[in-house]
């Protein structure tokens, strides 16, 4: 028993070591990143390079601002994200009527919804762009927003949420002379509170990083978001590495801190999915 | 009046969602569908009277273009070699980490899973410069070893492997998490009885936890098989397809037709024989499980 104890802890610091290894690659890019958007230009052409900053400078932040449009970017990014909360109400409205009430057909609208998770992007990507063209929506916020709005699987997973609600509360509330509209607001959302949580925060990653559809639709700059505004940052000072180091930084850092603080959501969120 | 509103409910409740996955889902294949018949550019674009039927020729044509033969074989590059190394690293991890069971080990599983959220564009940026020839910094350590400058992202084959090691790099979090999801439904009887019947962890590890994350596995081969068959960022950010066409993947042959060139009834039709492939191979997948399953019967 003792030698198979000492066998157990050994075992144990070994893969404590393995994992210690891989991690510090899984975080490698992180810590240069940052490193490297505090130096100067001038540093960061230095061979061989210095990990420690030699002196620490936010120039590179500011220059983001200065020279580059990185505020509109910013703003679009933001408008994107908040357009995407009204989606996710979108979405929780579609699961709760699959969930709870039966209507005529149903479940076949339920399986093409379905359906829809199947299809790759590529195959849509150049009709949305010509349906969207005929309806004069190239080049504007709208264009941008409305093909990633709802999704299939927020819908089968709130669906799967709300069907777990019970009825009796349901009714209790439509004896009680309650809307369905009502019911909705009053009693389904702040039930479905964990899964609102995880969705939320997915809808806020998707969004803050969406690039395809902000880089298909928008050939101005004043609707560029700030994926997209550094993809062409980097076509436009591909040497400038200590600006494309700030500019990431600045995308990265939030999508990070926002991760750390909600992320025993994001990870029970895989069992709510049931996954398991 | 009640019975009135509670039967029109459910419709309002789902229309505007169903309305919009119709919009820029549905419709949509018809429309690829049909235009992937057509010689729609942007003169077509313009005035729909220029759009002219042209029957097949979009896939006589695309099927001997030599750029869209050379995307198929990168992808089959990519798929052939990402997807066994995403589910090999993310299983293993998450064998490792649930091996822990303590603190330290919780905290492993959030430095495995951040780089599966962040932006694709930044990633891609940073590990550009990472992966920079004089100045990066991999070959600045590969230096520090003696090893000779690797051309990561200038050598037509080292390209194509820097992209995987990116990708990899990006797929190992959310896989893991779906492999530690499944392993703690694994009931702990089964090892107990396992290690009473004197069963060393490795035969454990192949005899019980490996038949059990079936399904997991499953999930994580079709989803990681049809991520990698639609990879486009990294080769889009980071290379724009080069050296030569030899990191241009399907869907950037796609992407490119369609929105550089504004070919996209020529797009379409690669659009449609992508997704034909991504059918035939999710077919194929179930058919694999279906026999399994049958066996282990």
Known sequence: MNTSL??????????????TVGGFFMVLPFIWM?????????????FPPTIWPQEFTLANFKELFLAFNFAVYLKNTLIIVLCS????????MAGYGFAKYNFKGKNIL????????????????????????????????????????????????????????SNELLEAARLDGASEWKIFWKIIMPVSRPVIAVQGILTFIGAWNSFLWPLIMAND????????????????????????????????????????????YILQGFNVSGLK | MRNFTSKRAPYLFISPALLLLMLFSLIPIVVAFFISFTDISLVGLADWSQINFVGLSNYKEILTDPVFLKSI????????????????????IAVMINFGENKIFQFFRLIFYTPSITNVVAVAVVWSYLYNPSFGFLNYLLSLINVSPVPWLQDPTMAKISLIILALWRAIGTNMIIFLAALQGIPKEYYEAASLDGANRRQQLFQITIPMLKFATFFVTITTMIGWLQFFEEPFIMTNGGP???????????????????KFGYAAAGSFILFIAIIIVTLIQFRIQRKSDEESI
């Open chain 2, 244 to 262: 030569l066409d030899s990191t241009t993947s399907v869907a950037l042959f796609i992407y490119r037709n369609g929105f550089q060139f504004s």
């Open chain 1, 6 to 19: 000492k066998q157990t802890r050994t075992s144990k610091w070994i893969v404590g070591i393995i994992l």
């Open chain 1, 34 to 46: 940052i490193l490297s958007s505090l130096k100067t230009d001038a540093e960061i052409m230095q």
């Open chain 2, 73 to 92: 074989g990168n992808t089959l590059f990519y798929v052939v070699i990402g997807v066994p190394l995403v589910i090999a690293c993310s299983l293993g």
């Open chain 1, 221 to 264: 700059e004043k609707y560029y978001t700030l994926s997209v505004g550094l993809q062409l940052l980097k076509g436009q000072y591909a040497s400038n590495y200590a600006l494309q180091m700030a500019g990431s930084t600045f995308m990265i850092i939030p999508i990070i801190i926002v991760f750390m603080i909600f992320q025993k």
């Open chain 1, 85 to 92: 909360f009204g989606g996710l109400i979108l979405n929780a």
């Open chain 1, 110 to 165: 339920f399986y093409l919804v379905l359906a829809t998770m199947m299809i790759p992007g590529q195959v849509t990507m150049i009709p949305v762009y010509l349906i969207l063209n005929a309806m004069g929506l190239t080049n504007t916020m709208a264009g941008i927003v409305l093909p990633g709005l709802v999704g299939a699987f927020a819908i089968f997973l709130f669906r799967q949420f709300m069907s777990t609600i």
